[in-house]
Antibody, heavy 124, light 106 residues
Framework: EVQLVESGGGLVQTGGSLRLSCAAS????????MNWVRQAPGKGLEWVSY????????YYADSVKGRFTISRDNAKNSLYLEMNSLRAEDTAVYYC?????????????????WGQGTLVTVSS | EIVMTQSPATLSVSPGERATLSCRAS??????LAWYQQKPGRAPTLLIY???IRATGIPARFSGSGSGTEFTLTISILLSEDFAVYFC?????????FGGGTKVEI
């Protein structure tokens, strides 16, 4: 069974930093691309960042570019999101989501499994 | 950026009825569209990919259609567990983008 378990969320002051982790199990982590997707309270879903299986390809949403860094450790079956210069508008539940490998487009794919999420609250 | 627009924002239906949800892309995305269901306090779960292919374990009452810029998710007979929020997502190009969601309520 695929399991994705996020951790590292919490309350942080404006301008502060936080590091999120996602522990993966139940599948061969090193062969899958991964994403971070967030959801502000009562709002919709917003894609944040993508990392390829070997970390060679990385993308960010414009809203986080230059402040967030995605990384992974395939030996530890773990995905990370380093978040710096946090703003109030970064307050959200952050989900890690696994890219499917089936029936994808030429450039990207949908997410076939999601973690339960971790809440990040940025407040002054 | 491809903008995804869902309508209606809220759909009020009764159990046993049919629900039709719409999703429009600001430019053609071929059939590179997924639908997700989200219940309160839970993560999204994949319903449909490739615009019309049901994900593993998804009941046949859920069906997706469309291509290009216009897409539809149909729930043929609503059960109580289907009351949730539904999001569409395009994966034709970066950045990945989601629609604002349709809440299906009783």
């Amino acid at each position: 069974e695929v399991q994705l378990v996020e951790s590292g969320g919490g309350l942080v002051q404006t301008g502060g930093s936080l590091r999120l982790s996602c522990a993966a199990s139940g599948f061969t982590f090193r062969t899958y691309s991964m994403n971070w997707v967030r959801q502000a309270p009562g709002k919709g879903l917003e894609w944040v960042s993508y990392i390829g299986s070997r970390s060679r390809t990385i993308y960010y949403a414009d809203s986080v570019k230059g402040r967030f860094t995605i990384s992974r450790d395939n030996a530890k079956n773990s995905l990370y999101l380093e978040m710096n210069s946090l703003r109030a508008e970064d307050t959200a539940v952050y989900y890690c989501a696994r890219d499917s490998t089936y029936y994808c487009s030429r450039t990207s794919c949908y997410s076939d499994d999601w973690g339960q999420g971790t809440l990040v609250t940025v407040s002054s | 950026e491809i903008v995804m627009t869902q309508s209606p924002a809220t759909l009020s239906v009764s159990p046993g009825e049919r629900a039709t949800l719409s999703c429009r892309a600001s430019q053609s995305i071929s059939n590179n569209l997924a639908w997700y269901q989200q219940k309160p306090g839970r993560a999204p779960t994949l319903l449909i990919y490739g615009a019309s292919i049901r994900a593993t374990g998804i009941p046949a009452r859920f069906s997706g259609s469309g291509s290009g810029t216009e897409f539809t998710l149909t729930i043929s007979i609503l059960l109580s567990e289907d009351f949730a929020v539904y999001f569409c997502q395009q994966y034709n190009d970066w950045p990945l983008t989601f629609g604002g969601g349709t809440k299906v309520e009783i």
